[in-house]
């Protein structure tokens, strides 16, 4: 959970905001006690009309809650906080890309002066796009188009029932087709890195990657959660097709608050599954295992030296198999620079900044400095 509520100070954080998470963070105990706070700060602000930090904060209240949960329903919160928030801001568009009967909702940054090329941005396993919104906006500084946007089993995908799938390509063109693109780079922040990373395998006009941090396989994430012991007994009933011996593991291990708890119900509300054992059938499918051949991009992996989520060694396992990349660079971020935790959490800056220096040596010209900055639109 320490993890969690730091996320909404991922990048240009208000100093009121900064103060009032600082108050409640002693109250929160559990998950029950974590949607309680979170809901009442989130309808303090709401009253005060500081709609974004209410977004944020009603983000925070539905992050825990099972998708059976009746108090389910604070997407639409955020969603409306969001809205009025951002009314009026310029530059920022909202999009909505037709997939699968529904739309892929996302925003657009327009880029700053002379466009020098277009990002594409998703997430990952719980993100809502709009929570990179600070993070990417100083890309437009440098003439990059930003186009970011919730694929399936995110954010407002999600809630239309359009659930995760394994193949991002599919998403990818959706979204390259949709605003009529010849070449794009990628970035996918948390598990949007395998994401990103399956996206360009299949679609060509992807040019540059980069994988922020890498993911090589859902399943190796999942059992990550568990003791050791746990995972190796876990991971042998499931090959084995033992549906019952591998639930029964499962619920050996969803200790009540824990990451794996999380891990699992999450899992089942994203992928639209209904058990355990079918979730880590789903998550299973997310696999780099014999693509990596198919990428022909210049890529870039990532990963922070004590990332709790994922494991540095998939960094060196993907960089292994890229062997038919046009260029390969790792990039490992450290507790000297602050930068260590998952997706750089604590000092986001330092990650933006590698990349566009990665992004530069592509775009003669571009100028770099300003990827250091840190904008925020929150009160």
């Known amino acids: 959970m320490n993890y969690t509520f730091n996320r909404p100070l991922l990048d240009g954080m208000s100093p009121a905001r900064l103060k009032e998470l600082s108050a409640i963070a002693p109250r929160i105990k559990d998950y029950e006690s974590w949607y309680m706070v979170w809901l009442e700060v989130a309808k303090k602000a709401e009253a005060e009309k500081r709609y974004l930090d209410a977004a944020s904060y009603y983000h ?5 809650l099972p998708a059976g949960d009746v108090r389910n329903g604070l997407y639409d919160d955020f969603a409306r906080n969001w809205a009025l928030g951002m009314k009026g801001v310029a530059g920022y568009e909202r999009i909505a890309i037709p997939y699968s009967g529904g739309h892929l909702p996302g925003f657009r940054l327009q880029a700053r002066g002379k466009e020098r090329s277009t990002l594409i941005f998703t997430g990952g396993y719980d993100s809502f796009v709009e929570e990179f919104y600070n993070f990417l906006l100083p890309l437009t500084e440098l003439g990059t188009t930003v186009i970011a946007f919730d694929g399936p089993g995110q954010g407002g995908a ?11 390509e599919k998403p990818a063109k959706a979204a390259i087709d949709y605003f009529g693109l010849d070449a794009v780079d990628w970035l996918g922040a948390s598990c949007g890195g395998y994401m990103s990373i399956r996206a360009a395998a299949f679609e060509s006009r992807i040019k540059h990657i980069i994988s922020m ?59 639209g599954t209904k058990t355990p054992y079918d979730f880590l059938t789903e998550i299973a499918k997310h ?21 709790h989520l994922f494991d540095v ?55 770099v400095g300003e990827s250091t900055k840190a904008t925020s639109v929150a009160a």
């Open 60 to 64: 925070g209240a539905e992050f825990y």
């Open 158 to 168: 999600l809630r239309q029932g359009i659930y995760l799938d394994h193949a991002w």
């Open 213 to 271: 941090p890498t993911s090589y396989s859902g399943l190796d994430m999942t059992l990550k959660q568990m003791r050791p012991g746990k995972a190796q007994q876990l991971i042998s009933l499931f090959k084995a097709g033992d549906r019952k011996g591998t639930e029964a593991v499962v619920a050996e291990e969803r200790l009540p608050s824990s990451v794996f708890e999380w891990c699992v119900v999450q899992g089942m509300h994203i992928t």
């Open 287 to 307: 696999s780099l295992n014999g693509i990596l051949h198919n990428v022909k991009q210049d890529i870039l992996l990532t990963e922070g030296e004590q990332d």
């Open 313 to 367: 060694g998939w960094v060196h396992r993907t960089m292994r198999e890229l062997v038919c990349a046009r260029s390969v660079t790792t990039r490992i971020f450290t507790a000297r620079e602050g930068a260590e935790q998952h997706c750089q959490l604590g000092n986001s800056a330092v990650a933006r900044h590698a990349i566009v220096h990665w992004l530069a040596s592509f775009y003669p010209g571009m100028p």
